[in-house]
Structures are given as C-alpha cells and as structure tokens.
C-alpha cells in the first residue's frame, strides 16, 4: 500500500536555531502534502500545505520544499522558539484525491 | 462558531460492546473525516464523506460503520468493540483547501 516515511521520529534544538523534517511518499499520484502541528491533548493543526505545482511555499518562520522527482518534501522552521514545542506530521495525498491523506509517524521537536 | 465538535472526550468499553462517536460541525463543509490515531503514530483514515448521504471507506474500515444523513454530523459506529480499536479518534471537515480536526475522543476497550 502507499506508504510516507517521515525523519526523525524526535528532534531537540536550540531556541533560535532551525529545524528540518523531512518526508518521503510513494503514491506518484500525490498532489497535496500538508504539514500539521499537535501540541498535547489536541487534534492537528495544518500549519502549511505544498501542492505538486509548486517546489517551495514560505510563511514567515515556517517554509516547505517538494521535490516531485525524488518523491520527497521536507519542512523548515527558522528562529525556533519554546512554543514551536510540540510533535509535526507530514501528509501525503493518495489515490489522486486532495482529501484521502497518508500521514507519517511524526517528529516530536523540543526546542529549548 | 465552534467548528468541529465531538463527543465523548474519553470512553471506556468493555469488548464487544458498542458505542457512536459523534461529530458535528458548524461550518457547511461538505467533506468530513474519521481518522484513528493509535500511540506514537500518525493519523489513519477510517471512513471519510463527501456529502450527505455519501460515504466511503478509507485505510483502516473494518471494526466501523458511519451515516451521513445530514451535512452538520458525521457519526462514528464500533460494533462488537475489539481491544484492537483502543485509540484517539479525530473527526476532521475540509473546507477552502484546509482540514479542520475536532479535540479528539480517547477510546479504550478492555
């Protein structure tokens, strides 16, 4: 079955350095990779989304890059701070539909 | 505007009991989700709609049933509950390109 590996599994920063989360998918029919973030005891957030058109998409502190050919897309944070604390998932589109979502296992980042 | 509601927020069952996870949202979207979330995982798809009266299977179906007779709620069946479906359910609606998730029902079936 289609499948998203997401790397790491946990990742600890310095506040105010970046980090990096990477994500690879193997449905080549994905269009639609968006990025959630989930702090304790909540559901997921979308915090940016990247569709096949597009190679980089930035908002402020938080950008995303895809690279269709190497089926894999990674989300950058800059300037982390103590509130960016909490655990990402990447998504990946399947069966050609925007709304069918394969999520990776997610990355619980530490800033501190 | 509360967006995404569900309830219950926490749940105990007994195996082979059965139960409805409701989910209700005030937003007029069209396309609403069930998604599991089991420890240290990301979210599967269970059953997702794309309008009343239409509903699909998504990743992990077995073990559940949903209706969509109206557009606000999307309700969630377990029939003969399972060890298995101890989870954190997420009911998400999707509207202008973004999916929007509920709290969250934390099930555990002993």
């Known amino acids: 079955g289609e499948n998203v590996e997401q790397h790491p599994s946990t990742l600890s920063v310095q506040e105010g350095d970046s980090a990096v989360i990477k994500c690879t998918y193997s449905d080549s029919a994905s269009n639609y990779f968006p990025w959630y973030k989930q702090e304790l005891g909540k559901g997921p957030q979308l915090i940016i989304d990247?569709?096949?058109?597009?190679g980089e998409k930035k908002d402020q502190r938080i950008a995303v890059t895809l690279n269709k050919t190497a089926k894999h897309f990674s989300l950058h944070i800059t300037e982390t701070q103590p509130e960016d604390s909490a655990v990402y998932f990447c998504a990946a589109s399947y069966g050609g539909s925007q709304g069918n979502l394969i999520f990776g296992k997610g990355t619980k980042l530490s800033v501190k | 505007n509360a967006g995404v509601t569900q309830t219950p927020k926490f749940r105990i069952l007994k195996i082979g009991q059965s139960m409805t996870l409701q989910c209700a949202q005030d937003?007029?979207?069209?396309?609403m989700y069930w998604y599991r979330q089991d420890p240290g995982m990301g979210l599967k798809l269970i059953y997702y709609s794309v309008g009343a009266g239409i509903t699909d299977k998504g990743e992990v179906p077995n073990g559940y049933n949903v209706s969509r007779s109206t557009t606000e709620d999307f309700p969630l069946r377990l029939e003969l509950a399972a060890p298995s479906q101890t989870s954190v359910y997420f009911c998400a609606t999707e509207g202008a390109d973004t999916q929007y998730f509920g709290p969250g029902t934390r099930l555990t079936v002993l």
């Open positions: 937003m007029n979207h069209n396309y």
């Open positions: 990247i569709r096949s058109n597009v």
